[in-house]
């Protein structure tokens, strides 16, 4: 059953304080003391992975529902952390971060909070944008990709900017003509890599590949998929057959360092043939 607001007011204001005194100048731990909003930065992406993580592997498919509590508290600890020290500078505390992003979210659901009628979903996604496009107006980020955070994963930030400009016209008019483009990003990094031509520069390798990653990112975005979903999951799948071909090699007695490639193609490709068929 959810706590009621005094529990959950209550628990919060004990996590602050136990904030409060890791941080403290004299009695607070050591370690806490010395970081700073840099060095704490990748602890707080960490753990917002750690989140995601356990909302997709409990035993039904769902969440892991202890794991996903754990990490919900060492997330909102991250939060906690930073507004400690944005407090110790000056600047602001845990209530204005949580006051700034109530007043937020009434701002942008006026269909809830105000007197607009109750959208559809999809008219709710266009109304939300609309109301993050006025405020980068209003704090002078006019540019149609003012404000794509540039911490955001490669993949996702490249079809986030993409679905900016797509909004004022600037996209490819189906996924077919993204494909048409993919090939001819591949035929460019083919081109680079022929036989017999110098070693080719690193730099125009880099943005050739750079290019083709950039473009597939944008073939999910126009299947309506997230591209990092779909990584993630091809990662999963050559986790799961390449652990399969070692068990493969083992019950015959090899390390895969000792197999041949012919021989590891062939458990390889037994493996796919048996997921492909159920077995």
């Given at each position: 059953?959810p706590?009621?607001?005094?529990?959950a007011?209550?628990?919060?204001?004990?996590?602050l304080q136990v904030?409060a005194?890791?941080?403290?100048?004299?009695?607070?731990?050591?370690w806490?003391?010395m970081?700073?909003?840099?060095?704490?930065?990748?602890?707080?992406?960490?753990?917002?992975?750690?989140?995601e993580?356990a909302?997709?592997?409990?035993?039904?498919?769902?969440?892991d529902w202890?794991?996903?509590?754990?990490?919900?508290?060492?997330?909102l600890?991250?939060?906690?952390?930073?507004?400690?020290?944005?407090?110790?500078?000056?600047?602001?505390?845990?209530?204005?971060v949580a006051?700034?992003i109530?007043?937020?979210?009434?701002?942008?659901?006026?269909?809830?909070?105000?007197?607009?009628?109750?959208r559809?979903?999809?008219?709710?996604?266009?109304?939300?944008?609309?109301?993050k496009?006025a405020?980068?107006?209003?704090?002078?980020?006019?540019?149609?990709?003012?404000?794509v955070?540039?911490?955001?994963?490669?993949?996702t930030?490249?079809?986030?900017?993409?679905?900016?400009?797509?909004r004022?016209?600037?996209?490819?008019?189906?996924?077919?003509?993204v494909l048409?483009?993919?090939?001819e990003?591949a035929?460019?990094?083919r081109?680079?890599?022929?036989p017999?031509q110098?070693?080719?520069?690193?730099?125009?390798?880099?943005?050739?590949?750079?290019?083709?990653?950039?473009?597939?990112?944008?073939?999910?975005?126009?299947?309506d998929l997230?591209?990092?979903?779909?990584?993630?999951?091809a990662?999963?799948k050559?986790?799961?057959r390449?652990?399969?071909?070692?068990q493969?090699?083992?019950?015959?007695?090899?390390a895969?360092?000792?197999?041949?490639l012919?021989?590891?193609?062939?458990?390889w490709?037994?493996?796919?043939?048996a997921?492909?068929?159920g077995?």
């Amino acid at each position: 059953m959810p706590p009621s607001e005094e529990s959950a007011a209550t628990a919060l204001e004990r996590l602050l304080q136990v904030m409060a005194r890791l941080r403290d100048p004299v009695a607070g731990c050591p370690w806490d003391r010395m970081q700073d909003f840099a060095s704490i930065a990748p602890y707080t992406i960490e753990e917002a992975y750690e989140v995601e993580a356990a909302i997709r592997h409990g035993d039904d498919g769902g969440p892991d529902w202890a794991a996903l509590e754990d990490e919900l508290g060492d997330l909102l600890f991250q939060v906690v952390y930073h507004a400690q020290m944005a407090w110790e500078s000056g600047q602001f505390g845990f209530a204005a971060v949580a006051d700034h992003i109530a007043r937020k979210m009434v701002r942008r659901h006026p269909h809830v909070f105000g007197e607009d009628e109750a959208r559809t979903a999809e008219e709710q996604s266009l109304a939300w944008e609309a109301q993050k496009a006025a405020e980068r107006a209003a704090r002078a980020e006019t540019g149609t990709l003012a404000g794509v955070p540039v911490a955001l994963p490669a993949l996702t930030r490249a079809a986030k900017l993409t679905r900016r400009a797509a909004r004022v016209g600037f996209d490819w008019p189906d996924a077919l003509s993204v494909l048409d483009k993919l090939e001819e990003e591949a035929a460019e990094l083919r081109a680079e890599l022929r036989p017999g031509q110098p070693a080719p520069d690193r730099a125009r390798l880099a943005d050739e590949v750079g290019d083709l990653l950039f473009v597939l990112a944008n073939l999910a975005r126009k299947l309506d998929l997230d591209p990092e979903d779909c990584l993630r999951a091809a990662n999963a799948k050559f986790e799961r057959r390449f652990s399969a071909v070692e068990q493969a090699l083992a019950a015959a007695g090899l390390a895969p360092a000792d197999a041949t490639l012919e021989a590891m193609e062939a458990h390889w490709q037994a493996v796919k043939s048996a997921e492909r068929d159920g077995r």
